[in-house]
């Protein structure tokens, strides 16, 4: 999978060279490249945003350097993947976007590239959504009901939740099965050797050997705590 993130804080994604996605990068199964803003401004102040038409608080980020950016990731002559010419996905994080969750990240894995455009300020020019939709699939998507200062963050754990689920990622693809959200389910609890620590024991049923009453536990503990901490997944 090809990955472009356009940010004026290109440093925010140093993270992303560390741990299971630092490896997918090396074996070329993720092909993530990070780019500044401002190297598509031409003026000497690498200017990337302006004060709004009509007024009001803040500033707004200038079409222009997002149109080249474009241009040059996803436009016609764009040095995009050699792929089937199935159309980019290009990704605004915004809070006034559709709520990003695990079916969310398990669709974005199936994609070929996708494309994240991180905004600032009081957000980017509306037009700059209108052009990216010419090129590509575009999705405005919130990470939760919540305001950040920009769409870096939301991006690190957008890129993180998405490339951990492209195939060969995970070395144990088991492990992604048995996690919360994969089975609108809250994952039950685990537990490590020792069995008892600081006299607390391990469940019983965890020390049986009997795969089935454990796996009859595991469920009923999934549902107790998604019941106690997030009704809403069982729609109550
Ligand atoms: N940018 C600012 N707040 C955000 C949020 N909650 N989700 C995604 N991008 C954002």
Same mark, same amino acid.
């Given at each position: 999978?090809r990955?472009?993130?356009?940010?004026?804080?290109?440093?925010?994604?140093?993270?992303?060279?560390?741990?299971?996605?630092?490896?997918?990068?090396?074996?070329?199964?993720?092909?993530?490249?990070?780019?500044?803003?401002?190297?598509?401004?031409?003026?000497?102040?690498?200017?990337?945003?302006?004060?709004?038409?009509?007024?009001?608080?803040?500033?707004?980020?200038?079409?222009?350097p997002?149109?080249?950016?474009?241009?040059?990731?996803?436009?016609v002559?764009?040095?995009?993947?050699?792929?089937?010419?199935?159309?980019?996905?290009?990704?605004f994080?915004?809070?006034?976007?559709?709520l990003?969750?695990?079916?969310?990240?398990?669709?974005?894995?199936?994609?070929?590239?996708?494309?994240f455009?991180? +905004?600032? =300020?009081?957000?980017?020019?509306?037009r *700059?959504?209108?052009? @990216?939709?010419?090129l590509?699939?575009? #999705? !405005? /998507?919130?990470? +939760?009901? =919540?305001?950040?200062?920009?769409?870096? *963050?939301?991006?690190? @754990?957008?890129?993180?939740?998405?490339? #951990? !689920? /492209?195939?060969?990622?995970?070395?144990?693809?088991?492990?992604?099965?048995?996690?919360s959200?994969?089975?609108?389910?809250?994952?039950?609890?685990?537990?490590?050797?020792?069995?008892?620590?600081?006299?607390?024991?391990?469940?019983?049923?965890?020390?049986?050997?009997?795969?089935?009453?454990?796996?009859?536990?595991?469920?009923?503990?999934?549902?107790?705590?998604?019941?106690?901490?997030?009704?809403?997944?069982?729609?109550?």
């Amino acid at each position: 999978m090809r990955v472009d993130v356009v940010s004026i804080f290109p440093s925010y994604f140093d993270g992303l060279a560390l741990s299971l996605l630092g490896k997918a990068r090396d074996a070329g199964i993720l092909d993530l490249r990070v780019h500044d803003l401002r190297d598509w401004t031409h003026d000497r102040h690498r200017t990337v945003d302006d004060t709004p038409y009509g007024g009001g608080a803040g500033m707004v980020m200038k079409p222009e350097p997002w149109g080249l950016a474009l241009d040059e990731l996803v436009g016609v002559s764009a040095d995009a993947p050699a792929v089937t010419g199935e159309r980019p996905t290009i990704i605004f994080p915004s809070p006034a976007g559709e709520l990003f969750t695990q079916r969310t990240a398990r669709e974005l894995a199936m994609r070929e590239h996708l494309v994240f455009g991180c +905004g600032r =300020y009081e957000g980017i020019d509306e037009r *700059v959504f209108e052009y @990216a939709a010419e090129l590509g699939e575009v #999705r !405005l /998507i919130s990470l +939760g009901d =919540y305001v950040l200062n920009g769409g870096e *963050v939301a991006v690190m @754990a957008m890129v993180e939740a998405i490339g #951990r !689920l /492209i195939p060969g990622v995970v070395g144990n693809p088991e492990s992604l099965v048995e996690e919360s959200h994969e089975d609108g389910l809250l994952e039950y609890p685990s537990y490590t050797k020792p069995s008892v620590w600081r006299d607390r024991a391990v469940p019983d049923v965890l020390l049986s050997g009997n795969h089935g009453a454990i796996a009859a536990w595991r469920r009923e503990q999934q549902l107790e705590r998604t019941r106690a901490r997030r009704p809403d997944l069982l729609g109550e």
